[in-house]
């Protein structure tokens, strides 16, 4: 399992595309980006194409399986998904998902995640590490950090709680 940073600018954009309509979703399963009966919550988010911009080892690497790491600029942690695909035609134009912060540049290409597990509440940080690189919105990094927290580990601790439930 791969570990991949996405920032996500204030996060407006994220929020939107992490909670797709019925109507979304079935334009995604008659283009056939997402099977029938997904495992999970679909969410869709957009990064720009090939080029300095994005990481050639995402482009490269990337598996269905692999964990995304959606962070707030600051490095605020909005959450964790597990990676689906990545396809060079969007499905969604940024009118359509009601995204209005194009900060970000042109994201020609879709990222399809599911299983997300929002994090906004519990105020966790990935404080950026010296060897992350400070341009690319998206990149590979260590499953082990250098506060001493692993995140393979904690996304294996919050996959146990996600359902649960404060009553």
Known sequence: MT?????VGN????????RLTMGKLLKLKRNGKIQENP????GY??????????SRIFENEAKPGDLLWFIQRGGKLLGVAEFVSKSDERTFTS???????????????????TN???????????????????????????????NGDNLTD????????????YE
């Not at 009118?95 to 995640?113: F, K, L, P």
């Not at 904690?154 to 439930?165: E, S, T």
Request: a positive charge; hydrophobic letters at 35%; glycine letters at 8%.
């Open 154 to 165: 904690i996304y294996r601790y919050l996959c146990q709680f996600k359902n649960a439930r």
């Open 3 to 7: 570990n991949f940073i996405m920032r």
């Open 39 to 42: 495992a999970g919550s679909i």
């Open 45 to 54: 988010w957009a990064i720009a194409a090939n080029g300095s911009s994005v």
């Open 95 to 113: 009118h359509e998902m009601d995204w209005v912060d194009t900060s970000g540049g042109e994201c020609a290409r879709e990222i399809i995640y």
């Open 116 to 146: 997300l597990i929002t994090m906004e509440r519990c105020g966790y940080s990935l404080h950026y590490e010296p060897h992350w690189p400070r341009q690319k919105p998206v990149f590979k990094i260590d499953a082990s950090l250098s």
């Open 11 to 18: 996060g407006d954009n994220f929020k939107k595309g992490s």
